[in-house]
């Protein structure tokens, strides 16, 4: 496991070294398969000042009701064996909240801070307009679950949301990027009132408090 060091500072010119340990995607398919997390997780989890949770709204894998499910699935007289169960195929927000359940279980019930950042939010601009400014909807209508156990767990979990673009819009649109002057004039944060900025370092700053 690699650790990324990021050294900020502030206007005051106090400076800051934040850890950032690099875990691959696999380690935590694995802890939501197994249900069970390997001990430098744990120690990390326990001694962090703080997290920040990822969602890329491209891959999101939405639940569905049970009435979308096909009659002969549902009816005794037609059962059909549904075949064993593949976790790859589990809704988004299914795995995240358990994976979140593992993090209160490590803390034993201490409360912390996480940044809910929901990427490539240039694109919600065009395929979800409704959400453009509104980050805290987005993962309320999209990822229901897990917008549930936050907002119901608020005793141990103090959670901010955000919706970020670092590259300024798609990559097969190159004509778009190139409009901007300035690296950072690409970077656009939303948070949950609709504030927007180009500090990219706004959901980390929240959560040093």
Known sequence: MRHIIVTLSDEQNEVIEIDFPDHSGETFKQQYKLRNAPFDIVNQVKKCDGMVLFINPLTIKEPFLLSEIPLEFRDESEAVALGQRDIENDPTDVLL?????????????????????????????????????????????????????????????????????????????????????????????????????????????????
């Open 97 to 209: 909240v358990e994976l979140l359940q593992f993090v209160n279980i490590m803390r034993e019930e201490e409360k912390y801070s996480i940044s809910i950042v929901v990427s490539a939010w240039d694109l919600i601009s065009t395929r979800y307009k409704e959400y453009v400014n509104n980050p805290n909807g987005f993962i309320k209508k999209k990822l229901p679950l897990l917008w549930q156990y936050l907002s119901t767990n608020d005793e141990f979990i103090n959670v901010f949301y955000f919706g970020v673009s670092a590259q300024g819009g798609e990559l097969t649109n190159c004509d778009e990027i190139l409009t901007f002057d300035e690296p950072y004039e690409k970077i656009m944060v939303v948070d949950a009132n609709g504030a927007r900025t180009n500090d990219i370092t706004v959901p980390i700053n929240v959560l040093l408090g």
